[in-house]
């Protein structure tokens, strides 16, 4: 048996940023790193764009499902987000965290302040490009939307970087690699933390460590006594 008995709850952790920041590609490769985490897939409204999969990467359904999904009160959160709807399911969040999983969310800024709301222990993870200029190449080299719609992306990007001081954490996505192992050092601290810690057993330790000392301190007599 260990010295520390954890909590089993598992840790509610939301990953955010402007869009282009790399959030997603960053969760995706911290496979490489850590498997002892569950990703929660949002519910949006908008296109799949080149390479993404439905399930996978989003649940991507109609205006009408979102509404019904709304009204049913099967979303932990949801924003409309430049025109589109976004989603978090609640069903099998709070199962995993029961079970000890850590769980992450990656959703738009606003979704993640509500969550943080309902859910105050939420780990917030704020996700920035290395400079204004890299975001803007980011944007434009993925070829899935007009120029208005990516100016429009960029100003909201601008808002929602204000909104960086509300997040416990900041990453910036300069490197994947480098961005990643930041993020895996973020949750295996978290596990760390001691308010995460339910009980300490010492067990038959103490014992021995106190026995230990007492034959010390008579070993240290028996000489000076000599």
């Excluded at 969040?93 to 105050?120: R, S, T």
């Excluded at 100016?151 to 990453?171: D, Q």
Aim: charged letters at 30%.
């Amino acid at each position: 048996m260990g010295i520390l008995k954890e909590k089993v709850k598992g840790n509610l952790i939301v990953v955010s940023g402007p869009s282009g920041s790399g959030k997603n590609s960053i969760v995706n490769n911290l496979y490489k790193y850590n498997n002892n985490f569950w990703e929660s897939i949002s519910m949006t409204t908008r296109q799949k764009r080149t390479g993404e999969v439905d399930k996978k990467d989003y649940y991507f359904i109609s205006e009408e499902e979102f509404l019904d999904n709304i009204k049913n009160n099967n979303l932990l959160e949801y924003t409309n987000y430049n025109g589109f709807y976004y989603g978090t399911p609640k069903s099998h969040i709070m199962e995993k965290l029961n079970a000890g999983i850590d769980v992450i969310l990656v959703i738009e800024i606003e979704g993640a302040l509500k969550v943080k709301e309902l859910i105050p222990d939420t780990i917030c993870i704020f996700i920035l490009p290395p400079s204004m200029q890299e975001l803007k190449r980011r944007l434009i080299s993925r070829n899935t939307e007009n120029k208005d719609k990516i100016i429009k992306r960029f100003t909201t990007a601008y808002k929602e970087i204000n909104e960086i001081t509300k997040y416990n954490y900041v990453i910036v996505n300069d490197n994947l690699d480098e961005a990643t192992i930041t993020l895996n050092s973020i949750l295996i601290s978290e596990r760390s933390r001691v308010d995460r810690i339910e009980d300490i057993h010492l067990g038959n330790m103490e014992e021995e460590l106190h026995e230990l000392l007492i034959d010390k301190d008579l070993n240290n007599t028996e000489r000076n006594i000599a």
